[in-house]
């Protein structure tokens, strides 16, 4: 679960979560440097690719993740990615994230994954203040 709360000026930015057990660290981290650091809009963070790397010799990754540039990059610097083990769906997956992005107007976005997990249904009830 993992519930994460950023602030930006001592207000709510970001509050992320998700299950997972061993993977939710790197789920979480990599969900926040894909919206903060690589600049991506909240729903294309959740949705990225992922790998969860726990200290082996072995990264596990998702098909996606597999399929990116950067893999070339990180195996010349000694990674070494495996198919990360199929969960609670018949395609490997890691992690399930979901994300509540509080807007500069007082709205709230609220998301959840796509498709892993066959997909996931985030909404605000009531809005903010």
């Excluded at 926040?32 to 690589?38: C, G, M, T, W």
């Excluded at 990264?59 to 199929?86: C, K, M, N, S, Y």
């Excluded at 395609?91 to 709205?107: K, N, S, W």
Aim: net charge neutral.
């Amino acid at each position: 679960m993992s519930p994460s709360i950023l602030l930006r000026d001592g207000k709510p930015f970001l509050v992320i979560g998700s299950p997972g057990g061993a993977t939710i660290i790197t789920t979480v981290l990599q969900t926040l440097l894909n919206r903060l650091d690589l600049g991506m809009s909240l729903p294309d963070a959740v949705a990225a690719p992922r790998a969860s790397q726990r200290n082996g010799a072995n990264t596990e990754a998702e098909p996606a993740f597999l399929d990116l540039p950067e893999r070339a990059q990180l195996e010349r610097l000694g990674q070494h990615f495996v198919l990360a083990p199929r969960a609670f769906t018949p395609a490997p997956e890691i992690g399930a994230v979901t994300a509540l992005e509080f807007q500069a107007d007082g709205r709230i976005q609220a998301v959840a994954e796509p498709t892993r997990r066959a997909g996931g249904s985030a909404m605000v009830v009531s809005p903010g203040p």
